[in-house]
T-cell receptor, first 111, second 114 residues
Framework: RKEVEQDPGPFNVPEGATVAFNCTYSNSASQSFFWYRQDCRKEPKLLMSVYSSGNEDGRFTAQLNRASQYISLLIRDSKLSDSATYLCAVNRMDSSYKLIFGSGTRLLVRP | NAGVTQTPKFQVLKTGQSMTLQCAQD?????MYWYRQDPGMGLRLIYY???????DKGEVPNGYNVSRLNKREFSLRLESAAPSQTSVYFCATTTGDRVTGELFFGEGSRLTVL
């Protein structure tokens, strides 16, 4: 079983829709959680960190559920420009600082 | 304001050939990483260097060697390339701040091994 798992999608949604992705992690020692965005044939870039209390950045909301060991990303009022692959990443306290990535969820926003 | 620079951006090799991917950062970060990305597999960590002079294996180190030449540069070497090493390779760097967690990636190096 992969340490970090995501539904590969694609999620195909109309503009203005709300869409949510989940990411599960298997190692309970995981301490830090992040969402990255990757455009086609580009490098990943940090979208947002995921805090225990949840956090919001404009149309994006990230949540952490430690009991069930998953993080989520909610995108409201989807824009065409949101089309990308969303990667979750986790960092463990029991290792040097290194991020383990999921395989990504692809989002397609259609007009 | 280059950030993280990788060279070459594209390379085609024949099985058995060797090559080195170069990575340089001007962000004064201590930690540097090499990831590979394959369809359906996500980013997998090959090697990392927490500081100048140290290197450690990641998830998929077999077939690769690395050198942390100085604080700025971290190279990845394929001694005898195999078709299974066809991939997109990303170099990344970070301050190591666990709170922000931001890795800064290079633009990637696309390697094809025939």
């Amino acid at each position: 079983r992969k340490e970090v798992e995501q539904d590969p999608g694609p999620f195909n949604v109309p503009e203005g829709a709300t869409v949510a992705f989940n990411c599960t992690y298997s190692n309970s020692a995981s301490q830090s959680f992040f969402w990255y965005r990757q455009d086609c044939r580009k490098e990943p870039k940090l979208l947002m960190s995921v805090y225990s209390s949840g956090n919001e950045d404009g149309r994006f909301t990230a949540q952490l559920n430690r009991a069930s060991q998953y993080i989520s990303l909610l995108i409201r009022d989807s824009k065409l420009s949101d089309s990308a692959t969303y990667l979750c990443a986790v960092n463990r306290m029991d290792s040097s600082y290194k991020l383990i990535f999921g395989s990504g969820t692809r989002l397609l926003v259609r007009p | 304001n280059a950030g993280v620079t990788q060279t070459p951006k594209f390379q085609v090799l024949k099985t058995g050939q060797s090559m080195t991917l170069q990575c340089a950062q001007d962000m004064n970060h201590n930690s540097m990483y090499w990831y590979r990305q394959d369809p359906g597999m996500g980013l997998r960590l090959i090697y990392y260097s927490a500081s100048e002079g140290t290197t450690d294996k990641g998830e998929v180190p077999n077939g690769y060697n690395v050198s942390r030449l100085n604080k700025r540069e971290f190279s990845l070497r394929l001694e005898s390339a195999a078709p299974s090493q066809t991939s997109v390779y990303f170099c990344a760097t970070t301050t190591g701040d666990r709170v922000t967690g931001e890795l800064f990636f290079g633009e990637g190096s696309r390697l094809t091994v025939l």
